[in-house]
């Protein structure tokens, strides 16, 4: 069974950054891709960031610029990097692996951004 842990979430201010950390439990280059959604309170899961087995990058566009997902491929670790945080970033941010067209998926960690 596929396991995927996040953590690093928390409350930043505005403008802040923090950096989430999502543990696969399998070698990451079993799946086709490795991603970041969000899930705002009373909105449906959205997708933030990918990076695909070939290492290409992609990202929604409100989050261009001020995010950055990357992998340390011996730890089977993938991360979001967040700076510049702005209020509407708050969300519990999911990691999920995909294969295929499955997903598997992680608990999630609160990010909440508030002055």
């Known amino acids: 069974q596929v396991q995927l842990v996040e953590s690093g979430g928390g409350l930043v201010q505005p403008g802040g950054s923090l950096k989430l950390s999502c543990k696969v439990s399998?070698?990451?280059?079993?799946?086709?891709?490795i991603n970041w959604y969000r899930q705002a309170p009373g909105k449906e899961r959205d997708f933030v960031a990918s990076i695909n087995v070939g290492g290409r990058t992609d990202y929604t566009d409100p989050v261009k610029g001020r995010f950055t997902i990357s992998r340390d491929n011996a730890k089977n670790m993938v991360y979001l990097q967040m700076n510049s945080l702005k209020l509407e970033d708050t969300a519990v941010y999911y990691c999920?692996?995909?294969?295929?067209?499955?997903?598997?998926w992680g608990k999630g960690t609160l990010v909440t951004v508030s002055s």
């Open positions: 399998e070698n990451i280059f079993n799946f086709n891709s």
């Open positions: 999920s692996a995909k294969i295929l067209s499955r997903y598997y």
